[in-house]
T-cell receptor
Framework: NAGVMQNPRHLVRRRGQEARLRCSPM?????VYWYRQLPEEGLKFMVY????????ESGMPKERFSAEFPKEGPSILRIQQVVRGDSAAYFC?????????????FGPGTRLTVT | GQNIDQPTEMTATEGAIVQINCTYQ??????LFWYQQHAGEAPTFLSY????GLEEKGRFSSFLSRSKGYSYLLLKELQMKDSASYLC????????????FGTGTRLTVIP
């Protein structure tokens, strides 16, 4: 049973470009969470999605960031017009059941570097 | 915020026991998780506590005191491979579905 898959593992973008980060949850999991980890800081929640629905986006910046989890295919975190401050590791996690009392399984992360 | 606090760094000797503490805001508490994260890798689940007491799982144990807003992760018979960051994460009964993470404790195991 493959774990949570994320790609790319490393992504370099110039300021102003768009970054697309992909996450395929574990088989049988329909709940996806995105977290951001800045250097020397803890993981910060961004958004929680189920298939075709954004359930909680309270941690998403209001501008430039969006997320989706279509009926078919991976979840996508999209960052438009990237800035240097967006450089971070972005982790996706999935769970079989929703709600924060259930264990979340994390992917290996995408390390975004904005030059 | 949720004021989840844990020490930034700890060092311990191979074969020894180390205790990593975590304190958190108690209002609305709904459960506490410990994760291990090696440098450049994904966090991996270690333990979950929602009731007071000690949960033991092999060399690792986790303790919770709900009234004190306090947990610790106990690692016994330390091995070099235990060098990693240990993340304390809390869920709250706010209707939110996310975890709130501390900054992590970077543990270095020395020979």
């Amino acid at each position: 049973n493959a774990g949570v898959m994320q790609n790319p593992r490393h992504l370099v973008r110039r300021r102003g470009q768009e970054a697309r980060l992909r996450c395929s949850p574990m088989k049988g999991h329909s709940h996806v969470y995105w977290y951001r980890q800045l250097p020397e800081e803890g993981l910060k929640f961004m958004v929680y999605l189920q298939k075709e629905n954004i359930i909680d986006e309270s941690g998403m910046p209001k501008e430039r960031f969006s997320a989706e989890f279509p009926k078919e295919g991976p979840s996508i975190l999209r960052i438009q017009q990237v800035v240097r401050g967006d450089s971070a590791a972005y982790f996706c996690a999935s769970s079989p059941v929703g709600g924060s009392t259930y264990e979340q399984y994390f992917g290996p992360g995408t390390r975004l570097t904005v030059t | 915020g949720q004021n989840i606090d844990q020490p930034t760094e700890m060092t311990a000797t191979e074969g020894a026991i180390v205790q990593i503490n975590c304190t958190y805001q108690t209002s609305g508490f709904n459960g506490l998780f410990w994760y291990q994260q090696h440098a450049g890798e994904a966090p991996t689940f270690l333990s979950y506590n929602v009731l007071d007491g000690l949960e033991e799982k092999g060399r690792f144990s986790s303790f919770l005191s709900r009234s004190k807003g306090y947990s610790y992760l106990l690692l016994k018979e330390l091995q070099m491979k235990d060098s990693a960051s240990y993340l304390c994460a809390v869920s709250y009964q706010t209707g939110a579905n996310n975890l709130f993470f501390g900054t992590g404790t970077r543990l270095t195991v020395i020979p």
